[in-house]
């Protein structure tokens, strides 16, 4: 297994079924946090959603169509990080992610997100990193303005969620863009 460090003390790692006790007791201490605007809390609610949960993004990973990896603090599970999809054919992939409370506010997202662009854009031959937002997640937008991503626009009432419909903001990098940004720091 490898470990990516993240500074203060946090790294990323694959997040494998084997760790679905893990990864439930990870939700289960951010279930109301991270279901403010991911609906990860509602797919993933006891040992058998969330080992089925871990093995999609398995299948995917062995597929190459998505990744999913974890951020640990302190030696705890605390959030991830992950690509919903990856069409490397296409060179598209959306990324994503999720925290619990204890972690918000430390740029550990960010650190996290910017290693797995770098992974998927200079080693599959991604071109088009997209990032799916509800519009009232300011924590999540403030990710990728700092990574640098463009707002395209929003969608608007497109996404259902618990009974309510959300605007949807869709912003993006690409590799010219992302490898410019990434030289100029």
């Given at each position: 297994m490898y470990a990516v460090p993240l500074g203060d003390g946090a790294e990323l790692r694959p997040l494998e079924p084997w760790q679905a006790g893990e990864f439930l007791d990870h939700i289960d201490r951010g279930r109301e946090f991270i279901g403010r605007h991911v609906g990860l809390p509602d797919r993933v609610t006891d040992l058998e959603s969330s080992r089925s949960h871990l093995q999609a993004y398995a299948d995917k990973a062995a597929a190459d169509k998505g990744r999913i990896y974890g951020i640990w603090a302190g030696g705890r599970l605390v959030g991830g990080v992950l690509f919903v999809t990856m069409d490397v054919g296409q060179g598209t992939a959306e990324a994503g992610c999720w925290l619990e409370p204890s972690?918000?506010?430390?740029?550990?997202?960010?650190?996290?997100?910017?290693?797995?662009?770098?992974?998927?854009?200079?080693?599959?031959?991604?071109?088009?990193?997209e990032w799916l937002v509800?519009?009232?997640?300011?924590?999540?937008?403030?990710?990728?303005?700092?990574?640098?991503?463009?707002?395209?626009?929003?969608?608007?009432?497109?996404?259902?969620?618990?009974?309510?419909?959300?605007?949807?903001?869709?912003?993006?990098v690409l590799a010219p863009e992302w490898r410019a940004s990434r030289q100029a720091s």
């Open positions: 972690a918000a506010g430390k740029g550990l997202v960010t650190r996290a997100v910017r290693v797995i662009i770098d992974w998927a854009v200079e080693e599959r031959g991604i071109h088009r990193v509800s519009s009232a997640n300011r924590a999540s937008i403030a990710v990728a303005e700092r990574l640098g991503m463009t707002k395209e626009g929003t969608l608007r009432e497109s996404y259902l969620y618990r009974g309510k419909r959300q605007d949807m903001e869709v912003w993006s």
